[in-house]
């Protein structure tokens, strides 16, 4: 593989980590909590917390379905929501936008644009890496970009003034855990749960599927 090749795979493979559970959900769930801390913003950090556990739910039922009973489609090549893309769409937006709430409106709305891009960025990712298709990088934008933004719509942006140090401990969170944390298996841990729900001695794969094996 050429040199450049190899440092773009490298690019890619350390992206497509910015949208691991392990990284965002502490993130969210800090926020969160300063959000909750105050009346004027409590409403936002409550729709927010339950439009993640909803499309969360969403995406590892997808997910469940595919493994353990091989309900997928051959046609959209589709064996789950990507939960990274996913991830990224629900929290990105939100998180940046309440980051940013110093700043003024246009700067803040900026930001959740930018969490929109990251969040692109990382489906992209996923297709690079080879973990999804086409189609389950879109549901996964759609799903989690609906969340964050009806979260905007029915709470709005916060315009309290959040601590600096909010935003110095979850940008050097963001930035440090992909280089030096290992990555969660959760497909590992959805697999498992899949068989053990549906019974079946195998998973079945994207490769079965696209092939049309049966029982696979």
Request: aromatic share 6%.
């Given at each position: 593989?050429?040199?450049?090749?190899?440092?773009?795979?490298?690019?890619?493979?350390?992206?497509?980590?910015?949208?691991?559970?392990?990284?965002?959900?502490?993130?969210?769930?800090?926020?969160?909590?300063?959000?909750?801390?105050?009346?004027?913003?409590?409403?936002?950090?409550t729709?927010?917390l339950?439009?993640?556990?909803?499309?969360?739910?969403?995406?590892?039922?997808?997910?469940?379905?595919?493994?353990?009973?091989?309900?997928?489609?051959?046609w959209?090549?589709?064996?789950?929501?990507?939960g990274?893309?996913?991830?990224?769409?629900?929290?990105?937006p939100?998180?940046l936008?309440?980051?940013?709430?110093?700043?003024?409106?246009?700067?803040?709305?900026?930001?959740?644009?930018?969490?929109?891009a990251l969040?692109?960025?990382?489906?992209?990712?996923?297709?690079?890496?080879?973990?999804?298709?086409?189609s389950?990088?879109?549901v996964?934008?759609?799903?989690?970009?609906?969340?964050?933004?009806?979260?905007?719509?029915?709470?709005?942006?916060?315009?309290?003034?959040?601590?600096?140090?909010?935003?110095?401990?979850?940008?050097l969170?963001?930035?440090?855990?992909?280089?030096?944390?290992?990555?969660?298996?959760?497909?590992?841990?959805?697999?498992?749960?899949?068989?053990?729900?549906?019974?079946?001695?195998?998973?079945?794969?994207?490769?079965?599927?696209?092939?049309?094996?049966?029982?696979?």
């Open positions: 593989m050429p040199i450049a090749s190899s440092h773009l795979q490298s690019y890619w493979h350390l992206l497509t980590r910015l949208g691991e559970v392990q990284i965002l959900l502490p993130a969210a769930l800090l926020a969160m909590l300063v959000l909750a801390h105050r009346a004027d913003t409590r409403p936002l950090a729709i927010w339950g439009l993640l556990g909803l499309t969360t739910l969403l995406t590892t039922a997808s997910k469940i379905a595919f493994i353990g009973w091989g309900i997928g489609s051959a959209l090549d589709f064996t789950g929501i990507s990274h893309t996913m991830f990224a769409a629900a929290v990105y939100l998180l936008g309440t980051l940013t709430s110093r700043l003024p409106p246009w700067g803040q709305k900026a930001a959740v644009a930018a969490g929109y969040a692109l960025l990382v489906g992209v990712s996923r297709l690079e890496v080879g973990a999804h298709s086409v389950e990088v879109v996964g934008l759609l799903l989690g970009g609906a969340a964050s933004a009806l979260a905007i719509a029915s709470a709005g942006l916060p315009r309290a003034r959040i601590g600096a140090s909010l935003t110095v401990l979850v940008a969170w963001i930035v440090l855990t992909p280089v030096h944390v290992p990555p969660l298996q959760t497909h590992s841990l959805v697999t498992r749960l899949a068989l053990s729900l549906s019974g079946s001695p195998v998973p079945h794969t994207r490769h079965a599927m696209l092939l049309g094996v049966p029982g696979h």
